[in-house]
């Protein structure tokens, strides 16, 4: 009775600590957007497909930023004209509720292995640069038969909200992401998919691993993936884990306590012994700087996409 009312008392005060700052916070959800033309399954990714999906994504693109600048919101539809560039490849675009993209760098043609890097919080359209810097640069890490796909396929929650101390959240985000690996395994047969979870992704990467067909699910900057250990993610694939020296992450709590109204805390730590991850080295920065130039994260997380790291990585 004393440790479950420990863990009650616990999940109270954690979710006391961010009540105050979120309330009245608008999200980028806010910002309207027209309906996405429907577009069928990729089945395949030749060239001529990949060139019609990608056109048509520009012209949702190109669509959504003419309705925020009709509305007021410049910010937005500068960096929608930003995504716009023809250079700039998108399997898929929707303005709404905050964006949902999926932009590929690289060649997806003949692609050998194919980066599915899952966002965490705070990442939606107007700050969307950030993952674009990062897949930029692992993709630069990587060699030529390698691709990277940015997935924001959720709406990702404030760092400072109820939200990001739940898996709600991310069990409403799995199913998309499931389906989005599924289908690019049936396009792409044969290559070798791996999953990169960076911060809250890590818990939407947990909730869809069940049976996923993918070579490795790397969780960085992981406030927990939604499970107490590795076991639970039922998963065939490599499980990965590290942590920068400067993540403000490391100092979490870290738990997953099961109340009669909901689910608060994300799970065990990923880098604890007995969650039984395999620790690859991300040496020093911050919660946002795995994906940094030059840095030991993400060299390492290259090495894994590659199927170059062992478990001393």
Same mark, same amino acid.
């Given at each position: !009775?004393?440790?479950?009312?420990?863990?009650?008392l616990?999940?109270?005060l *954690?979710?006391a600590s961010?009540?105050g700052?979120?309330?009245?916070a608008? %999200?980028?959800g806010?910002?309207?957007a027209?309906?996405?033309?429907?577009?069928?399954p990729?089945?395949?990714?030749?060239?001529?497909?990949?060139? /019609?999906?990608?056109?048509?994504?520009?012209?949702? =693109?190109? +669509?959504?930023e003419?309705t925020a600048?009709?509305?007021g919101h410049?910010?937005r539809?500068? %960096?929608?004209?930003e !995504?716009a560039?023809?250079?700039?490849?998108f399997?898929?675009?929707?303005?709404?509720?905050?964006? %949902?993209? +999926?932009?590929? $760098?690289?060649?997806?043609?003949?692609?050998?292995? =194919?980066?599915?890097l899952?966002p965490g919080?705070d990442?939606n359209?107007?700050?969307?640069?950030?993952?674009?810097?990062?897949s930029?640069r692992?993709r630069? /890490?990587?060699?030529?038969? &390698?691709a990277?796909?940015?997935?924001?396929?959720?709406a990702?929650?404030a760092s400072?909200?109820?939200q990001?101390l739940?898996?709600?959240?991310a069990?409403?985000a799995?199913? +998309?992401l499931r389906a $989005?690996?599924r289908?690019i395994?049936?396009a792409r047969?044969g290559?070798?998919?791996?999953? *990169?979870?960076h911060?809250y992704?890590?818990?939407?990467?947990?909730? +869809?691993a069940?049976?996923?067909?993918v070579?490795?699910?790397?969780?960085?900057?992981?406030?927990g993936?939604?499970v107490?250990?590795? /076991?639970? *993610?039922r998963?065939?694939?490599r499980v990965w884990?590290?942590?920068t &020296?400067g993540?403000?992450?490391?100092?979490l709590p870290?738990a997953l306590?099961?109340l009669p109204?909901a689910t608060?805390?994300?799970?065990?730590?990923?880098?604890?012994p007995?969650f039984?991850? %395999?620790? $690859? /080295?991300?040496?020093?920065?911050?919660?946002?700087?795995?994906?940094?130039?030059g &840095?030991?994260a993400?060299?390492?997380?290259a090495r894994?996409?590659?199927?170059?790291?062992g478990?001393?990585a």
């Amino acid at each position: !009775m004393a440790t479950r009312s420990r863990r009650t008392l616990f999940a109270a005060l *954690l979710a006391a600590s961010v009540a105050g700052p979120v309330t009245g916070a608008a %999200r980028p959800g806010a910002v309207p957007a027209p309906t996405p033309a429907p577009v069928p399954p990729l089945t395949a990714t030749t060239p001529a497909v990949l060139a /019609a999906r990608y056109a048509a994504s520009r012209t949702q =693109i190109r +669509a959504a930023e003419q309705t925020a600048e009709r509305h007021g919101h410049r910010w937005r539809a500068a %960096r929608l004209r930003e !995504m716009a560039d023809p250079a700039r490849t998108f399997l898929s675009f929707d303005g709404r509720d905050g964006g %949902r993209t +999926a932009e590929v $760098f690289g060649e997806l043609s003949h692609a050998e292995r =194919i980066a599915v890097l899952v966002p965490g919080a705070d990442i939606n359209l107007d700050t969307y640069g950030l993952l674009h810097g990062g897949s930029l640069r692992l993709r630069a /890490a990587l060699d030529d038969r &390698s691709a990277v796909i940015a997935w924001l396929g959720y709406a990702t929650p404030a760092s400072v909200s109820l939200q990001a101390l739940t898996p709600s959240g991310a069990r409403r985000a799995a199913p +998309a992401l499931r389906a $989005f690996v599924r289908e690019i395994r049936a396009a792409r047969p044969g290559t070798r998919i791996s999953l *990169l979870c960076h911060s809250y992704g890590s818990v939407v990467c947990g909730r +869809a691993a069940p049976g996923l067909d993918v070579a490795d699910i790397v969780l960085f900057g992981s406030p927990g993936a939604g499970v107490t250990e590795a /076991a639970q *993610l039922r998963t065939r694939a490599r499980v990965w884990a590290g942590r920068t &020296s400067g993540d403000w992450v490391g100092g979490l709590p870290h738990a997953l306590i099961e109340l009669p109204f909901a689910t608060v805390g994300l799970g065990a730590d990923p880098l604890w012994p007995a969650f039984g991850a %395999r620790i $690859f /080295a991300a040496g020093g920065g911050g919660h946002s700087d795995y994906l940094a130039a030059g &840095s030991t994260a993400l060299a390492n997380i290259a090495r894994i996409v590659s199927g170059r790291a062992g478990d001393d990585a």
